[in-house]
């Protein structure tokens, strides 16, 4: 029996929509526009199942990227997919978005023995959500939040011959560590929903499934909303 997944990533600026099949990637869309998630979702899933001659009758489960990530984001993308659980009466599953990042990057590049990869989401300033996995793709370091400075990786570096960073949080370190080649900064490395094919259908298989009712997608961090600073005039 083929199991067909709609994958969905809205955790950065991407929004991004995949379509795989017993783990094989059928067709993905990545759409590269600022606050796009809420207008384009939708149709980006309409386009998808256009395009592979699909239903969404055909579909025999969801899978969203949990998070970390923007917290808009997040949330229209969990929605979207817990919506259309609902509706389908399908199963939701939910892929940790750091994973899908590294074993994008993994299947892309492959590993390097003694060397540690860290695939990398932009927090705010010199903050990034992070994990560490090691040349035989076992998690080193779970998912945290973490302030990057030139001294971060010496204890890591003293286990591993080189660091490989990637993902949107790691473009801005370039400059930061430009004096040395133990520290690789693969730049413009994007999320992907096609990165949860594989993930996605061996929790399928496994029947790791999410309440619908209550998932909630994984923040990591508290959302705080800052008010404007407003100039305010003599009457």
Do not use: W
């Amino acid at each position: 029996m083929n199991n067909l997944i709609l994958q969905i990533d809205t955790s950065t600026t991407i929004c991004s929509v995949a379509l795989s099949e017993n783990g094989e990637t059928l067709a993905v869309i990545d759409f590269d526009e600022p606050n796009a998630h809420a207008a384009k979702l939708t149709i980006l899933i309409a386009e998808i199942l256009k395009q592979t001659n699909r239903a969404m009758q055909d579909l025999s489960a969801v899978a969203v990227s949990m998070g970390p990530g923007s917290y808009t984001g997040l949330r229209i993308g969990v929605s979207t997919a817990k919506g259309l659980c609902y509706a389908l009466d399908i199963p939701l599953i939910a892929i940790n978005t750091l994973e899908a990042l590294f074993l994008g990057y993994k299947e892309q590049f492959g590993l390097n023995e003694q060397e540690a990869y860290l695939p990398m989401l932009d927090a705010r300033r010199m903050e990034v959500y992070t994990a560490v996995y090691d040349h035989n793709a076992a998690l080193v370091k779970a998912t945290s939040a973490e302030i990057i400075d030139v001294d971060y990786f010496n204890e890591l570096l003293s286990s591993y011959n080189r660091v490989h960073l990637f993902g949107s949080g790691a473009d801005k370190f370039e400059d930061l560590f430009s004096s040395t080649d133990r520290v690789d900064i693969l730049r413009s490395f994007q999320v992907s929903a096609a990165f949860l094919s594989q993930l996605a259908f061996d929790k399928f298989q496994k029947k790791q499934f999410e309440d619908v009712a209550y998932f909630e997608p994984f923040y990591l961090k508290d959302f705080v909303v800052t008010t404007a600073k407003k100039k305010v005039g003599l009457l």
